[in-house]
């Protein structure tokens, strides 16, 4: 009985949060776990075919939903967190939202983005049949604290289940070091794509014996063929392996031999997709059909995020260095003339220590197709003294995100990027949408 009062107390919250504007993605399942602990203790005896993971420092919100479309698409039932609230409330705001008014929940897939630290707390409430692991990256120090840290916190929860099988990145060695011991399937990209230019390579000391790692190519930070001449550790052989890259718009490349065509920007959607094809492959779900069952997909949020205004507005998260380096790439790939506006938070989701800033390549933003250059949030002053070091001139600083959209909309370049960190994208998001509708446009992307 706690339990189907702690359901409706949820849907309850979640209904009148939504009429307040809120996402309700958390909340709920925080006050509904206060009421009845044990909530989603028994979610896998809900979930007829299987419960799959993802965790990783960028990439497990978009892998999540890709994973959740794509069983979709093949007719199945997903219970997913897809708003990204990927700690414990979040999970049990996910399930209370799928109950019936009777408590009960039906579905044959579960999709659950989790956040790392939060691993091994979940993993005493469910036990998952897959766990996919994007890449481990540096990010919010004054949280998790260095990598090794994270590390260690995902092998204590791997430890809670014996027979997990993991879906991991095989081009980050730091991925790969969960596979030891443990039932274990890799993905990567087995060709030199990018310029091999000097990036943050935050993992390039080897996990096993600490001696520097040794890459014959790499594709961003620590991500590539890596091996070490000390101890012998390297890049696995690789089971869902993309080969044949062509960067343009729409991407194209092959999966396993099958010919894939994208319209999404960025090289670090290429890891996205292999993960969920590795993922439904080790489920034992057929992949002939790839390219349709991703067809549906529609972004979240922030994730290369257009807005149709007279020109395009782009809209792209990025929470620590490997991601902003991806996104300034992602940038100087557009060939249009365009206006950059980059706004950085310090809240607590943001982490408070804003140090990592000077673990981005910010330098590489001056390209011959840059117009103006903006810069904007609570931390402002310290991302345009970055850019002083860094040598590139900023156009323009504002505290104000509706200052800084406004003023590039009138400029004559051709597009504009926003990129922000965690807590400046919904802001941003919602200028974006009021300055459509005073247009009469719609968001339509």
Request: glycine share 6%.
């Amino acid at each position: 009985m706690r339990r189907l009062i702690a359901i409706w107390l949820g849907k309850a919250l979640t209904i009148a949060g939504r009429m307040m504007g809120k996402k309700s993605s958390s909340s709920p399942g925080e006050y509904a776990l206060r009421l009845c602990p044990n909530l989603i203790k028994n979610m896998n005896s809900c979930i007829a075919k299987g419960i799959i993971v993802t965790c990783g420092t960028n990439g497990k919100t978009t892998t999540n939903n890709l994973m959740c479309s794509a069983l979709e698409s093949k007719g199945y039932k997903v219970l997913c967190n897809k708003l990204g609230a990927n700690m414990l409330n979040g999970i049990a705001t996910a399930y209370l939202q799928a109950a019936d008014i009777f408590g009960r929940v039906r579905a044959d897939y579960a999709c659950l983005e989790i956040d790392e630290a939060y691993t091994p707390i979940v993993f005493e409430h469910i036990k998952p049949d897959v766990m996919v692991i994007t890449n481990l990256f540096r990010d919010q120090l004054d949280r998790y604290g260095e990598i090794d840290i994270t590390s260690d916190i995902l092998k204590r929860a791997i430890a809670k289940v014996p027979d997990l099988k993991l879906v991991l990145n095989g081009d980050d060695p730091l991925c790969v070091q969960f596979g030891e011991g443990h039932k274990a399937y890799y993905y990567g990209i087995s060709e030199k794509v990018l310029p091999q230019l000097d990036d943050t390579k935050e993992g390039r000391f080897c996990p096993v014996c600490g001696e520097e790692q040794k890459y014959n190519y790499y594709h961003y930070s620590q991500l590539g063929d890596f091996y070490c001449p000390h101890c012998g550790f390297k890049r696995p052989d690789i089971d869902f392996e993309v080969k044949n890259v062509s960067l343009k718009t729409p991407m194209h490349f092959t999966l396993n031999n099958q010919a894939m065509e994208i319209n999404y920007k960025g090289f670090y959607n290429i890891y996205n997709l292999i993960a969920v094809y590795g993922a439904m492959s080790v489920l034992g779900e057929s992949t002939d059909d790839f390219s349709r069952l991703l067809s549906g997909y529609k972004p979240q949020i922030g994730r290369m995020q257009e807005f149709p205004f007279k020109k395009p507005v782009i809209l792209s998260l990025s929470k620590n260095p490997a991601g902003f380096n991806q996104a300034i790439a992602t940038v100087n790939t557009d060939d249009r003339k365009k206006d950059v506006i980059i706004a950085i938070n310090d809240k607590a989701n943001d982490g408070r220590d804003v140090s990592w800033l000077w673990d981005v390549d910010f330098d590489k933003i001056k390209d011959e197709h840059l117009n103006t250059l903006t810069t904007t949030g609570i931390r402002v002053w310290d991302i345009s003294l970055r850019f002083k070091y860094a040598d590139i001139h900023v156009d323009y600083m504002t505290d104000s995100m509706r200052d800084a959209v406004k003023r590039c909309l009138e400029t004559d370049s051709e597009v504009v990027y926003v990129l922000v960190n965690y807590t400046a994208l919904y802001p941003a998001e919602a200028v974006l949408n009021e300055l459509l509708k005073k247009e009469g446009c719609s968001d339509e992307n």
